[in-house]
């Protein structure tokens, strides 16, 4: 492969691969050079105009002769890794205005779910039973209206809206904050490949970057950025979900908070967000009757029709007991036991399958369930 057919995408995907030169010295670059092209034919002068190291600058020497960069190119295809970037029209039109736009996504998986109308849902990594069940809740709407569901595959709430979202037969994406050679968290791997597989995993980090603190905070700019709104569902009051918020709210897009106990640490979060204007949100047309007006008439329309379709299944006598003594704050699977009658406990384990598979109730960790 010839520099000359090289085109401005793989000289960016080459800088893209340099340690140590970040997202915002690349854009320099191409600034001053007014070309990826150009920069390389003149990197010398250029690195010295822009005080690079020694250790950049030999980096880009190695890497931008033939044999290297057919070399990158071609294990990137082996990763099975696919990368887009502004060059590109598959870019995601929701980035390209945000400030500080992802230069490079690296993606596994459906990347047309990227021009789809999403919402971003984000809240603390340990959830309460409330929590759990309101993620639940919600986002099962969300998708039954048929919107995308984005976060970014933590534990708690992230994790949460990902499962649930692929267990009604929707679509998520999520967004990493590292590259798409490490799983993180290391327990998640099962939930990485079912994303790939019937979602899509993104990320602006090249392949091996691993996962860095300072990398997460960074992500949730484009889990705003793809989102028409943002969803809070639980947080702390110094939870690190409250800067995708802040994010969307710097982006113009709108935020969304789901109330909680007051006596609720995860709480604090939500409320403060509703207490500076964000909406409060107690079901999922709340949220619909915010965003329905960014759809044509005919697509709004066939997405009311979606969601009236989706009617709760009549429940038995029986069933409708179990629903009672459930609460939505969540109880334990003995204290349900506990507060039923004898003829129902021996069909409790029964009745709780089939009301899950109705809808009328939601499973949570621990043996606890909540009504929906």
Not at 7 to 16: A, F, G, H, K, S
Not at 250 to 257: S, T
Not at 271 to 294: F, P
Request: proline share 5%; with cysteine.
């Amino acid at each position: 492969m010839e520099k000359a057919k090289l085109d401005e995408r793989d000289w960016l995907y080459v800088l893209t691969m340099i340690s140590g030169l970040g997202r915002k010295k690349i854009r320099e670059i191409f600034e001053i050079a007014g070309s990826f092209q150009v920069a390389i034919e003149n990197w010398h002068e250029l690195a010295r105009e822009l005080r690079l190291t020694t250790l950049i600058t030999g980096q880009v020497d190695k890497q931008s002769n033939e044999a290297s960069v057919m070399a990158l190119l071609e294990k990137r295809e082996e990763e099975g890794t696919r990368f887009l970037c502004p060059f590109d029209e598959a870019y995601p039109v929701s980035l390209r205005n945000i400030p500080d736009s992802p230069l490079t996504l690296f993606y596994r998986g459906d990347h047309t779910l990227l021009e789809k109308m999403s919402i971003g849902v984000v809240g603390s990594r340990k959830p309460t039973p409330y929590g759990r069940a309101s993620c639940n809740f919600f986002v099962r709407e969300l998708v039954q209206a048929g919107l995308v569901i984005v976060s970014g595959v933590a534990y708690g709430i992230d994790a949460e809206a990902h499962q649930t979202t692929l267990k009604a037969g929707g679509k998520t994406i999520g967004v990493l904050g590292c590259g798409m050679n490490h799983v993180y968290p290391s327990r998640h791997k099962e939930l990485y490949h079912e994303i790939e597989s019937f979602g899509l995993l993104l990320s602006e980090y090249p392949p091996h970057i691993p996962p860095i603190a300072g990398l997460f905070p960074e992500r949730n700019r484009i889990i705003s950025g793809l989102a028409i709104g943002v969803l809070v569902v639980e947080a702390a009051e110094k939870s690190g979900s409250l800067i995708t918020a802040d994010c969307a709210l710097e982006q113009g897009k709108e935020v969304f908070a789901i109330p909680g106990p007051i006596f609720s640490l995860m709480s604090a979060g939500p409320h403060n967000l509703i207490k500076q204007g964000a909406k409060l949100v107690t079901c999922s047309n709340d949220i619909w009757e915010e965003i329905k007006h960014h759809l044509p008439k005919a697509e709004q329309m066939q997405r009311v029709e979606q969601r009236n379709g989706s009617d709760v299944v009549p429940l038995s006598n029986e069933e409708k007991a179990i629903v009672e003594a459930v609460t939505y704050d969540g109880i334990h699977l003995d204290e349900l036991m506990s507060s039923l009658e004898k003829d129902q406990r021996r069909m409790l384990h029964q009745l709780v399958i089939r009301l899950e598979a109705k809808g009328a109730i939601v499973a949570l960790p621990g043996g606890y369930f909540a009504r929906r």
